[in-house]
């Protein structure tokens, strides 16, 4: 049967399509499948030293094992589903967990004891290890408008405790530096920090920046004060002998203006475009953000709709760009109201309520922000740290089954699309399932091995592509 359309209409058509596609693709390349931290860590600059992240972590730990020293006092103490059948007797609680030691690795998933025994190792094995993934040195809330030769100093001094830690491998897989907006009243204030800054590190690391360094630019309202940053940027690039594109930056979405502008639009794809493909995630500033909202201080929690309203604009704005997308930091730190190494059991128990009262806040914004798909927040206390991964690895081992089974069912989709000659052309959805996996990775909630259930090889996980994969099995 002939065709009503000859090919030559046809394929001039397709042409004229194949380049609209390919300029969208390029706008919305999908998810990055780089690493993300969970979290951003902030101190204020003039407390930053070399060990901080160390100390941190050491701090964590021990706050950990005082409130909860074990998995059953931890699942308790959040409340979690099942923890009215947990044991209550010291003795009891030794046995179940020497059974479970012997065990390790030969129990049902969807076991809650498992399940809450598997993510407090996995806690404790974290903070041992790792515990601070990403930490910004922070010149603006962190630190406030000081005198000017205070603030020289600072940026002098920790930039030299910077390198130190380089030197001695103690700083975080991701690190940088907040400095002050560029306001009219800060802007010069902050370009000096940042190039005293940048100048000492480089002077102090013979030119070499840390690992995943990123400027974040705080309280940005209008495209311009970020095209300025990208300038600056390239004229320190060309003082300090650095390639050109080695310094990123991050925006902060703590302003009305940031969500919808002077006409009616939301400038945040304007503002990311204004970095020239530096800009590698925008943050959320919780408290700013709801003060922008004329919220009262009382109300001021992650846990506002305004904010809910803010991420879903962020994510509608910016979602399949690759820009990295942050949530905010939860204002209840969970320090004990009572000091000191003779207390009463009175106080013991008081202090053990406050403790578990905010690790229960911080728990309930971590998870609200991932089921929310915002995959990183901010810490600003090392007593923050047990939630942010007690939040993180149950929401990955609680979801794993369903992702498997969904990565699974899509890779084998790939492979007879493949057999088939056919065009797969739904790479992008395969990557966001693949980088579940990635990020679960990455925070030690599950292990490479644990994946190869997919179908996937571990090579084929390694190179984190999708689109790789599917060139490779084609091959």
Known sequence: ????????????????????????????????????????????????K????????????????????????????????????????????????????????????????????????KIVRKLSTEAVEDFRIDFEDGFGNRPDDEEDATAIAAARELAKGMQQQTVSPFTGIRIKPFTEDLKYRSVRTLDLFLTTLLQHTN????????????????????????????????????????????????????????????????????????????????????????????????AHPVCDFAHHMTKVALGGTGIFLSDGATNVIPVAPHKGEQLTLAQL????????????????????????????????????LPMRYAATYLFFLSNYEDALFRLKTFVERAAISTLTKDIFDDAATGQGLLNFFLKAINCGAISEDEVLATGLLLDEIRSRSFYRILEGRRQ
């Not at 308790?76 to 390790?104: M, R, V």
């Open 349 to 384: 128990q008081e202090n053990a309520d406050s403790v578990h009262h905010a690790w229960r806040i911080g728990f309930s914004h971590t998870q609200h922000s991932l089921i929310n798909g915002f995959y990183q927040g901010w810490d600003l206390n090392p007593a923050q």
């Open 50 to 121: 070399a060990d901080t992240c160390v100390r941190m972590g050491e701090i964590a730990l021990k706050h950990l094992q005082t409130y909860a020293p074990d998995f059953v006092t931890f699942a308790k103490a959040l409340q979690l589903e099942g923890y009215q059948q947990l044991p209550h007797k010291q003795a009891d609680i030794a046995l179940l967990t020497q059974k479970l030691d012997q065990l390790s690795g030969q129990l049902p998933e969807k076991d809650h004891t498992w399940l809450y025994y598997t993510v407090y190792n």
């Open 1 to 48: 049967m002939q065709l009503a359309i000859a090919d030559n209409d046809k394929e001039r058509l397709l042409q004229e399509l194949q380049q609209a596609n390919l300029k969208f693709q390029r706008v919305y390349p999908g998810d990055r499948p780089d690493r993300q931290p969970v979290h951003t860590v902030y101190g204020g600059a003039n407390l930053f």
């Open 207 to 302: 030119g070499q920046l840390p690992g995943n360094f990123v400027v974040m630019l705080p309280k940005v309202t209008i495209p311009e004060q970020v095209t300025t940053l990208i300038r600056l940027f390239e004229l320190l690039e060309q003082a300090h002998g650095l390639e050109r594109g080695s310094l990123k930056m991050e925006t902060m979405v703590e302003a009305t203006q940031i969500i919808m502008d002077d006409e009616g639009r939301n400038p945040l794809m304007r503002i990311i475009r204004a970095s020239e493909g530096r800009c590698i995630a925008a943050h959320f500033g919780t408290y700013d953000y709801t003060a922008s909202c004329g919220i009262t201080a009382r109300y001021q929690t992650m």
